[in-house]
């Protein structure tokens, strides 16, 4: 009897294992640590580097923000937009983007901003979609863009960002870098202020090559910084706090 019973159990115990290897052969997969398995069998990582597919839309004629939410964002209140984009008889929202700025239409066919996740820790992601392959790209900011306190701009081109770069202490300086190779173009010396005066910075964009940058203290003083890619100088103009 022993001798049976043991014989039962090994015979159980292999048939056991090879349920379960035929089980996973047929199409049961298991996804890689880090991946979140999206409905539509797109898979994205749940951090940042998201690849989203959605399905290719015709030409883009124009952008809006809608359903604005205030809501607190880190320290500071906010308001929060979906992003509306315009064809020729159709109105689609990118799923999954909420942004705090309007973001950037360069042509018919691309649409580049920030977006705002309150699910992570940085919270703050570049976001890059085309129209024509239908792809929406989720990526981290260049290293020293701090986008809870600086507004990045994209030339209209989509060739540049811009932005206020803030290193941590109370220091501020103007930064242009190619995109999307992050490669350095611009960066004035830093423009130190008081560390309770830094408010943020923001970014304009005149034209494709010519930007306007502008380091935001309080009392409404700030420092813009002017320039353009093809020239090497940049203008700065410091609105002192006896001129208010």
Known sequence: MTGCMKLTVIA????LVACRRSHTSQGTSV??????????????????????????????RGLSL????????????????HVVIRHDSSLDT???????????????????????DSTTVDGYFIFRYSAPSGQLEISDPPLNLRLAVSEPAFAPNGRYIAYIAFPGDATGRAVVRRWPS???????PSDTVPATDV?????????????????????????????AID???????TVPASAQ
Request: hydrophobic share 45%; net charge negative.
């Open 182 to 188: 992050e490669q350095l173009v611009v960066e004035t």
């Open 94 to 116: 990118l799923p999954g983007i909420v942004t705090v700025a309007r973001p950037t239409l360069v042509a018919d066919s691309l649409v580049l901003g920030v977006t705002y």
């Open 66 to 81: 809608a359903d604005s939410a205030f809501a607190e964002v880190g320290a500071v209140g906010r308001y929060l937009y």
């Open 231 to 237: 020239r090497p100088n940049v203008v700065v103009d």
């Open 31 to 60: 996804a890689p640590p880090g991946v979140m398995r999206r409905l539509d069998g797109a898979q994205r990582p749940t951090a940042s580097g998201r690849l989203i597919h959605l399905a290719p839309a015709p030409p883009i």
């Open 12 to 15: 159980c115990f292999v048939a």
């Open 199 to 227: 408010t943020g910075g923001w970014a304009d964009w005149i034209d494709s090559t010519q930007f306007e940058l502008f380091m935001v203290i309080a009392d409404d003083r700030w420092v813009r910084f002017r320039g």
